[in-house]
């Protein structure tokens, strides 16, 4: 049974949001000018894409409780369904990443059904179970070319008219997308449904003795947040103009719990800090091979010992304001 | 062993305004080593890739010419999202000129679309796929050392004509496998010889027992291991323990290289059949190389893909001495295609217009302990494919640079 | 003679024994799990590290040292339980109040560290281990080449599961580490020292990884990866076995083993997937697991 374990983010009382509004301005100001002051716009993308997936991961861990080892396959099917479209069926960006996110939708729909009837441990193997099949069905697949992936896929024209091959355009179209998303999943912890969730993780009997279906709400949050990973798989393959298996494999799933852990699980920015840190140290570490792996280990174990809270929750801690 | 220099900060740089054509762009040639320097092939190209990169630059003696050249490495991991944002990064930020090397096929193609995109230059030594020199050739690419079409043609007809006419397949259930497989029956049907039977495995399976006992009782003479990497290593591991050679029947690898023998060790891999395009000990200068390289390598001795990588970074350096110029990638490896190669590797050969560096190509087999004198000592040569054999004819590959 | 949907019965047996033979290998690699998990609740994903640190200290051992196989099933399960044991009494034992899932996340951790640091110092091609002298080659069963190396797996596995499956359900010992998880403040009013207790049997457990790794060295590339690739299968026998329960993972293990045989036989190229396939089903009909205990 999933405990309150995850309830480090949950505010106790539900303050004046003035501070985060301030910490959302900061956030979007810095990512709006990040190309002008001379961070490579192409890095900046990756990261806010594997922030939107973060954020959508942290919708199910820190809102609801349910850890998830399978989200790689929402990130993966969206890659190659956005992909294989805008390539092979030749669809306009938008539409290829809307059919995208619509497929990891259902994707979730379906996975969820299955898996929401379990929690806590049982719930994460039966997603890892999942979407290693989910996997192994690409590996052999025709479409996705295996091992080589989806290539050459096109960029487009935004709107038919902005060319999306310019990386500063791509960027803010990009950073228009992560900025929605991250609207949506905050607009949804704070709703009255977003209220439910938090009731479901904090007591589950409690909520259902008050009425509440509770197996829908979990099933909608699954469903939620396997979308707006979605969303993230299928702009990040317009991106890098290609879908591989990569980000279908479980290992994948796993950087998104190490992302989402050291940002601090159940708050609003600690996937998006999280997300840039490892990024970012993959990014630079790439030319010291294996030790990204001794690094991300090494974080994780720091993080689980002595760090629990994460960056965004100590940070959330010291200025006794939920972040 | 960390022969890989640190790429700079890229915060820090802004994209560079044009450059003149008729100039080193930035003044430095710099050249970068894309290999996986952690997992699979890291043995392969890896690390040795970067240092071979580096001799090739000291006996080029470029730099006493005046033209200063920068060697970097990093690892893409074998995932091709990585291996195209380094690319990119590298060509956008870094000024990298030319990219070498670059194993597993899916982040070469990656590589090889990003280099067309910025005009730059991709030498790729590492990657098996045939298609880099056929459905998506591209003016920016070379493709040295080998492919899956040699290795399948190289294999399979050397085999055949030797007498092993009849195979079964063992196949890895992927894009790789399966063209590996293809390609190879086909050359064996062409060559008179009959397919029994053919199993496929998934990707990194541990066990092969049940696909080799159904391998033998095929009672094929020969048993084609259209897989790489682990899985190789592994068939072949449980074929000996299988008694699968003692009892008549022999193994073909379709993609072994040197530093898988030296993993299984001679007593496992004698007899193993397969096909290079170069070994250390074929004649004085690549044993000399061969010195030289192994105490760069942690006293590894050099492979295949290694080779590739010094051959293609002094013919590249030979190009762009003689244009004067290396901003202009197209120009750059249209350079290096109209002269012809000459370097102690690979002695001479051409590239042809889709790309493809030709040479001759060896049939292997791996020696038995006792008959090997020395590190390294693993291979006979059974058979020489000569150049014009070796690789797939160039009007066959439906690349769009070759004319008529 | 008739066939079985196109197979010959000869090759029928020959594939149902290989599938015995590998399913008394996950069989024993499970039992360190379903240990670890059954009496301490933790989820030990660094097992497949493990796994594979049981078989490099093998090949340490042989190259180093010169020490031969034999003396390495005894020695490596030692050493690497005694890493084990460090692991338990530096970081594991403040999880233990927390959620399991942390257990998880620790241990998830810890296996990235020790495949990276492996694949920095060793590269990834591999190791040469060989099977010793006296149990090569094999016999001819008719049916099939059963090399005595395999015979060697099935035998020792079998044996050291039931031993194991002994030791803890039958004997006093036992029943301490039984009683303990249930109740460990009770135990150790009865002078029991249960953190002690607890910290050998993680060491034991992860010394049945590193067994089970020396097993493999001889037949399977001695290379930092060859744990993760067997650490979901094994997870999922756990599971589907019930996490609690030793002689449902040992059954399940060979269980699996078979079918998954009997897969490669008839449809190899799902080998790999039907095990995750009867995990989901397993979980979503009985999510304690064939032989598990409701917790």
């Known amino acids: 049974m999933a405990t309150a374990a995850y309830s480090i983010g949950a505010p106790a009382k539900q303050t004046s949001p003035t501070h985060q509004y301030v910490a959302f301005g900061i956030m979007a100001g810095f990512f709006a000018i990040a190309p002008f002051i001379g961070i490579y716009p192409v890095f900046m993308m990756k990261v806010l894409c594997f922030a939107l997936f973060a954020c959508a991961f942290n919708l199910l861990i820190g809102y609801v409780g349910l850890l998830s080892f399978g989200h790689a396959m929402f990130l993966g099917t969206a890659g190659y369904i956005s992909a294989h479209s805008a390539k092979v069926w030749g669809f306009p960006t938008e539409l290829a990443i809307l059919t995208a996110t619509a497929t990891a939708a259902s994707l979730g729909l379906v996975t969820g059904c299955l898996a929401i009837r379990r929690q806590g441990i049982y719930f994460a193997m039966i997603t890892l179970a999942l979407a290693q099949m989910i996997f192994f069905f690409y590996l052999q697949a025709p479409f996705t070319g295996g091992e080589d992936g989806i290539q050459a896929v096109p960029r487009g024209k935004l709107l038919g008219v902005f060319d999306l091959e310019n990386d500063m355009i791509m960027y803010y179209f990009v950073l228009a997308i992560f900025l929605a998303g991250f609207l949506l999943i905050y607009r949804t912890i704070h709703s009255p449904f977003g209220q439910v969730l938090k009731a479901i993780r904090e007591n589950e009997p409690r909520a259902i003795s008050l009425g509440y279906k509770t197996d829908h709400y979990k099933l909608m949050a699954f469903v939620l947040s396997g979308a707006l990973s979605g969303l993230a798989g299928g702009t990040k393959a317009i991106v890098f103009q290609l879908a591989s298996l990569t980000d279908a494999n479980w290992p994948m799933s796993g950087e998104v719990v190490l992302m989402t852990l050291l940002g601090g699980l159940g708050t609003v920015f600690g996937p998006v800090v999280g997300a840039f840190t490892i990024v970012a140290m993959q990014n630079y570490l790439a030319q010291f091979g294996a030790w990204v792996t001794v690094v991300q280990g090494a974080i994780f174990v720091v993080c689980v010992l002595l760090f629990r809270r994460g960056i965004i929750g100590e940070l959330s801690k010291l200025i006794n304001r939920p972040l | 062993m960390k022969a890989i220099r640190t790429i700079g900060i890229a915060a820090a740089a802004t994209l560079a305004a044009g450059v003149a054509n008729a100039q080193i762009s930035d003044d430095v040639v710099r050249i970068g080593v894309l290999s996986d320097m952690s997992s699979l092939y890291a043995d392969i190209g890896g690390p040795g890739s970067v240092a071979a990169a580096r001799m090739a630059v000291e006996d080029s003696g470029i730099e006493k010419n005046g033209i200063k050249v920068e060697v970097i490495g990093a690892d893409h991991q074998n995932k091709p999202d990585v291996g195209a944002s380094v690319a990119r990064q590298w060509y956008d930020v870094e000024k990298v000129d030319v990219i070498l090397d670059t194993p597993n096929s899916a982040v070469a193609l990656a590589v090889n679309q990003v280099t067309r995109e910025k005009n730059k230059v991709f030498i790729n030594s590492g990657a098996a796929s045939s298609d880099l020199t056929g459905k998506q050739c591209s003016p920016n690419t070379v493709h040295w050392t080998y492919d899956t079409w040699m290795l399948a043609n190289g294999t399979g007809s050397a085999i055949v004509k030797t007498g092993g006419d009849t195979w079964f397949f063992l196949t890895s259930d992927y894009a790789f496998g399966h063209a590996l497989e293809r390609d190879t029956e086909a050359v064996v049907v062409k060559n008179g010889g009959k397919v029994l039977g053919k199993v496929r495995h998934p990707l990194n399976t541990q066990d092969f027992s049940s696909f080799l006992l159904q391998a033998q009782a095929s009672k094929a003479k020969i048993i084609g291991l259209a897989n790489a990497g682990g899985d190789t290593i592994n068939s072949i591991k449980q074929a000996a323990e299988f008694g699968i050679v003692q009892a008549g029947q022999n193994l073909a690898g379709l993609l072994v290289f040197l530093s898988d023998v030296h993993s299984l060790g001679l007593k496992t891999a004698q007899g193993l059949i397969l096909t290079e395009s170069w070994y250390w000990d074929l004649n004085d200068q690549t044993r000399a190389f061969a010195k030289k390289f192994a105490p760069k390598n942690g006293g590894k001795y050099p492979t295949m893909v290694q080779a590739g990588v010094y051959a293609g970074t002094l013919h590249y350096l030979k190009a762009v001495q003689a244009l004067k110029s290396d901003t202009d990638g197209s120009k750059v490896v249209a350079k290096m295609k109209e002269t012809p190669t000459d370097d102690p590797l690979f002695g001479k050969g051409t590239i042809r217009q889709d790309g493809r560096k030709v040479h001759p190509a060896y049939l292997f087999e791996v020696k038995k302990p006792n008959e090997s004198k020395g590190p390294y000592d693993y291979y006979k040569v059974r058979a020489t494919i000569p150049a014009d054999q070796a690789f797939r004819p160039v009007d066959q590959g439906q690349c769009s640079l070759v004319k008529g | ?295």
């Not at chain 3, 594939?15 to 989820?43: C, D, P, T, W």
């Not at chain 3, 099933?73 to 942390?102: C, F, N, Q, S, W």
């Not at chain 3, 149990?135 to 599961?161: D, E, H, K, Q």
């Not at chain 3, 290379?223 to 026998?237: D, E, K, T």
Request: net charge positive; aromatic share 12%; with cysteine.
């Open chain 3, 1 to 295: 003679m008739f066939e079985l949907l196109g197979i010959p019965p000869q090759a029928l047996f020959g594939q149902l024994l290989l599938g015995l033979i590998n399913g008394a290998f996950y069989a024993l690699l499970s039992l360190g799990l379903a240990v670890i998990f059954g009496l301490l609740n933790i989820i030990n994903f660094a097992h497949g590290a493990q796994y594979m640190m049981g078989a490099f200290v093998a090949w340490m051992l042989l190259n180093y040292l010169n020490v031969g196989y034999w003396w390495a099933l005894l020695l490596a399960p030692i050493v690497v339980g005694i890493t084990g044991v460090i692991i338990e009494r530096t970081m594991l034992k403040h999880l233990y109040k927390l959620d399991h899932l942390y257990g998880l996340l620790l241990t998830f951790g810890l296996a990235l560290i020790i495949e990276g640091l492996f694949r920095n110092y060793y590269g990834s091609s591999g190791q040469p281990y060989q099977i010793p002298a006296e149990l090569t080659g094999g016999r001819n069963l008719g049916f099939m080449f059963l090399p005595n190396y395999r015979a060697w797996i099935v035998v020792s596995s079998l044996a050291i599961c039931l031993v194991t499956w002994y030791v803890i359900e039958r004997t006093k010992l036992g029943s301490y580490l039984r009683a303990a998880t249930e109740n460990a403040t009770l135990v150790r009013a009865f002078g029991v020292n249960v953190p002690r207790m607890i910290t050998l049997t993680y060491g034991f457990g992860v010394g049945l990884a590193a067994l089970a790794g020396v097993l493999a060295a001889p037949v399977q590339n001695v290379s930092p990866q060859m744990g993760s690739s067997l650490i979901i299968i094994v997870f999922a026998v756990v599971v589907i076995g019930g996490m609690g329960s030793i002689m449902g993972s040992i059954l399940t293990g060979f269980g699996l083993g078979v079918i998954e045989g009997l897969t490669k036989v008839f449809y190899p190229e799902a080998s790999n997937t039907v095990i995750f396939i009867i995990m989901a089903i397993v979980l979503l009909i009985k999510p304690a697991g064939l032989f598990g205990r409701a917790t």
